[in-house]
Structure formats: C-alpha cells, structure tokens
C-alpha cells in the first residue's frame, strides 16, 4: 500500500555522527575507496573527487565501470550510457 511521500516529521533520525561533521565521513569512505582501486588510477580519481576537473570524473567513472582497464574504456560499446559521447576515445 502506498501512502504517498513521508512527512517530515515521518522520517527517520539522522545519526549525530553524520550531521556533526558530515566531510569526515566522506573523506574516510574516500580513503577507504581508494585503497581498492590500482595505484595508477588513484590520482584520477583524487582530482574528481576535488572537483578540477571534469574530465578526470568522467574518466573515473568510465575506469570504474570497465573494471580498471584503462584499454576498456577506449573500446566502450555502452551508448545507452549517459557518459558514452563523453568518454575518453571521443575527447
């Protein structure tokens, strides 16, 4: 049964932790991240995650989706993705 959108006062708590200091958790998930992705793409991600350089994110975004292969994104055959006329083969 659908009731429609939750009234403000409906909606759950937030916790004090993330509305305290909302960036440290942010740059702890980011830390985390990117200890999982390879080395030579790190720097990639750090100037998207900056926010210098939009190409850099749309680059992350095509590494990440292409398993980290760098090879994969210039082959990319996903135009129903919105970054596809973007994506590095075609800048």
Not at 65 to 80: H, I
Request: proline share 10%.
């Amino acid at each position: 049964m659908n009731e429609g959108p939750l009234h403000p006062d409906d909606r759950p708590e937030s916790s004090p932790e993330s509305t305290i200091c909302p960036q440290a958790d942010s740059e702890a998930a980011r830390r985390e991240r990117l200890a999982q992705i390879p080395v030579r793409q790190r720097s990639i991600f750090r100037r998207a995650w900056a926010g210098r350089s939009r190409k850099a994110a749309i680059r992350a975004a095509c590494l990440e989706c292409m398993g980290y292969q760098s090879a994969e994104v210039n082959r990319c055959t996903a135009p129903a993705c919105p970054l596809y006329p973007y994506r590095e083969a075609r800048l």
